[in-house]
């Protein structure tokens, strides 16, 4: 079964730092690009980063850009998005998404990081 | 950033009878290679966003054949030709064509 599940997510203070984790089945992770989208509670979806099959381009939101990693690991079929920096408007589910033609064709459960003090 | 705007932001629609979103691009989606970079999402209430259409009018795997996309310019169209109640949720466009990735507000589907 293709399947992406995210893990990592947390409550944590202001300034506090995170590392999510997303670990890929039933597809050969290693040829697709790969992303993190978030939805805040009660609100729409945002792009967060988005990275090509070999790693070697990354691409992320203004307003995470300096504060959030994004990697991969294909030996493991994983992905990780380090977080530092965190603050209020972090808050959300985060789910990681399977980059095909375009569009994000799989979906994880997401996992949902809370920042707050 | 290319800016997606949805329309209508909730719709009630009777079970059995069509439904029609739009969504508006603030420039053009078109790829070099001939297909729009736009897609569609529903979010059933308590899950993951699952994808519908891709390239502005190809179904995803697994989806019913009442599902349609179309483009014309930078107006993009999902319609449901018979509302079912399993079809409730949110409904969104995303264009997947440069970033930042954007996505439209969403519309709010319900059944009457």
């Known amino acids: 079964e293709v399947q992406l599940v995210e893990s990592g997510g947390d409550l944590v203070q202001p300034g506090g730092s995170l590392r999510l984790s997303c670990i890929a089945s039933?597809?050969?992770?290693?040829?697709?690009?790969m992303g993190w989208i978030r939805q805040a509670p009660r609100k729409g979806l945002e792009w967060v980063a988005t990275m090509n099959p070999d790693g070697s381009n990354k691409y992320y939101v203004d307003s995470v850009k300096g504060r959030f990693s994004f990697s991969r690991d294909d030996a493991k079929r994983s992905l990780y998005l380090q977080m530092n920096s965190l603050r209020a408007d972090d808050t959300a589910v985060y789910y990681c998404g399977r980059g095909n033609q375009g569009a994000y064709d799989i979906w994880g459960q997401g996992t949902m990081v809370t920042v707050s003090s | 950033d290319i800016v997606m705007t949805q329309s209508p932001l909730s719709l009630s629609v009777t079970p059995g009878e069509p439904a029609s979103i739009s969504c508006r691009s603030s420039r053009s989606l078109l790829h070099s290679d001939g297909f729009n970079f736009l897609s569609w999402y529903l979010q059933k209430p308590g899950q993951s966003p699952q994808l519908l259409i891709y390239l502005g009018s190809n179904r995803a795997s697994g989806v019913p054949d009442r599902f349609s996309g179309s483009a014309s310019g930078t107006d993009f169209t999902l319609k449901i030709s018979r509302v079912e109640a399993e079809d409730v949720g949110v409904y969104f466009c995303m264009q997947g064509l440069q970033v930042p990735v954007t996505f439209g507000q969403g519309t709010r589907l319900e059944t009457k």
């Open positions: 039933g597809f050969t992770f290693s040829h697709f690009w």
